[in-house]
Nanobody, 115 residues
Framework: VQLVESGGGLVQPGGSLRLSCVASGLTFSLYEVRWYRQAPGQGRELVAGMSRSGGSTNYADSVKGRFTISRDNAKNTVYLQMNSLKPEDTGVYRC?????????WGQGTQVTVSS
């Protein structure tokens, strides 16, 4: 099983980024998908999650209205569209897919929001 993330980078406050996470080696549609982030010196935070069908989503209060999680089961891919980015959104973003007891993690992609 492999999860490969992309789309991170340096962006100015107010800008946008779209993260992608492509999964291989499993039946992606059977897994819930989540994005976590970790800022320097802080713990890991659940940013957004989506059910297997895509019919249910949840977001951290800090990103509601700005971030959107989506998935394309035909492409084995989960996305995180991030708009109106703030400096406090800076951190390493990792995708996580879960079908307990199985859980898999991506390697992480750095997002830096700075002027």
């Amino acid at each position: 099983v492999q999860l490969v993330e992309s789309g991170g980078g340096l962006v100015q406050p107010g800008g946008s980024l779209r993260l992608s996470c492509v999964a291989s080696g499993l039946t992606f549609s059977l897994y819930e998908v989540r994005w976590y982030r970790q800022a320097p010196g802080q713990g890991r935070e659940l940013v957004a999650g989506m059910s297997r069908s895509g019919g249910s989503t949840n977001y951290a209060d800090s990103v509601k209205g700005r971030f959107t999680i989506s998935r394309d089961n035909a492409k084995n891919t989960v996305y995180l569209q991030m708009n109106s980015l703030k400096p406090e959104d800076t951190g390493v973003y990792r995708c996580n897919i879960v079908n307990l007891p199985r859980t898999y993690w991506g390697q992480g992609t750095q997002v830096t929001v700075s002027s």
